[in-house]
């Protein structure tokens, strides 16, 4: 894996492990040379996850709107930075330059990140690996409403599966580095 997009939130969040946890997820791409994808901002985990790698010597990709560039939270010191027109090119550019997703804790964008590229991957637009890092049991909840899905019968246990989940980073990219991507879903 040479590039990772990360989706995660624009602040903090209500505990400094979040941010610990960001830190710590910079510092394992960078130890392992794998260049972060990320949206462009240097506030929040979005900035923390950035400033790790960069001060590690690792590389880091930003894909940003003009609209959130324009309000002056674009990070400058990247070693690139896309600025697109709208949330969807900025998605698209994302996937199109990552092998693989890793979702952090955040807001309802960053959830609706992860659930664009969870359905890519069911549906056959790519076979990379999405995961959570769930980091302060944050994707506990979202963890049972898959598998609720799954009991429900509105999710299929093989595509449960794509949705890797681990509270450390090193435990997840080696989840990647297995990963197999179930069949490509069918309507028959």
Not at 78 to 92: F, P, S
Not at 146 to 155: A, G, N
Not at 160 to 172: C, E, H, K, T, V
Request: hydrophobic content about 40%; aromatic content about 8%.
């Amino acid at each position: 894996m040479e590039r990772i997009a990360v989706f995660c939130g624009s602040s903090n969040g209500a505990s400094p492990i979040y941010k610990e946890g960001a830190i710590q997820l910079g510092t394992e791409l960078a130890k392992r040379n794998i260049t972060l994808v990320y949206g462009g901002s240097s506030v929040g985990l979005m900035g923390a996850v950035a400033d790790t790698v960069l001060e590690m010597g690792g590389n880091v990709i930003g894909v940003i709107p003009k609209l959130l560039a324009e309000r002056e939270i674009a990070h400058l010191h990247l070693t690139e930075l896309h600025t697109v027109q709208t949330m969807h090119e900025r998605k698209a550019k994302m996937a199109e330059l990552s092998d693989g997703f890793i979702t952090m804790p955040g807001g309802a964008g960053t959830l609706e990140e992860f659930f664009e590229v969870f359905t890519w991957s069911q549906i056959g637009y790519h076979q990379k690996p999405c995961g959570l890092l769930n980091i302060n049991q944050y994707f506990d909840p979202l963890n049972l409403l898959l598998d609720h899905m799954v009991s429900e019968q509105f999710l299929q246990r093989q595509y449960r599966a794509i949705a890797l989940s681990d509270s450390n980073p090193s435990g997840l990219l080696e989840k990647f580095m297995a990963y197999l991507p179930p069949a490509i879903k069918t309507y028959k």
